[in-house]
């Protein structure tokens, strides 16, 4: 989350969401004596870092959440993934999917799935089902 925050600071999107909040912060505040004008910069920063680090964290957290798949009683169906796998649901059954760039994972945490698994020597295809894991090596 640290690098995703540093990555979006630096992103001009951001950099303009900080200005504004900056902005807001001294526009908001009542005058203070000059003595006083040194300590507006310092808590003007801290809000645009605590800005830039919530939408940061929210972007990051979005795309960390798996997607998710389910079939109610007595329906069947089937799911293309992005890497062109294949997952076939059995009815009641609940899945999730969370893909990285080192691995594919798929949670099985309800019901039977059936998967037609493309082969991907750089990103193994990991099926958890409670206490097991099996790793697909571009397998049905």
Do not use: C, H, N
């Not at 001294?26 to 004596?33: C, D, I, W």
Request: aromatic letters at 6%.
């Amino acid at each position: 989350m640290w690098d995703a925050a540093g990555t979006l600071a630096q992103s001009p999107g951001m950099a303009g969401l900080a200005d504004e909040a900056l902005s807001r912060v001294e526009k908001a505040r009542p005058r203070r004596r000059m003595r006083d004008a040194g300590r507006l910069i310092p808590l003007g920063v801290a809000g645009a870092m605590a800005l830039v680090i919530g939408a940061g964290s929210l972007t990051w957290w979005s795309l960390q959440r798996p997607d998710a798949y389910a079939t109610a009683i007595g329906e069947q169906r089937t799911v293309r993934l992005e890497d062109g796998s294949r997952i076939v649901l059995d009815t009641d059954s609940r899945v999730t999917v969370r893909f990285t760039d080192a691995r594919r994972v798929v949670t099985l945490a309800a019901g039977r799935a059936m998967f037609e698994v493309e082969g991907d020597a750089a990103r193994p295809f990991f099926v958890q089902a409670g206490d097991t894991e099996v790793t697909a090596v571009g397998t049905r």
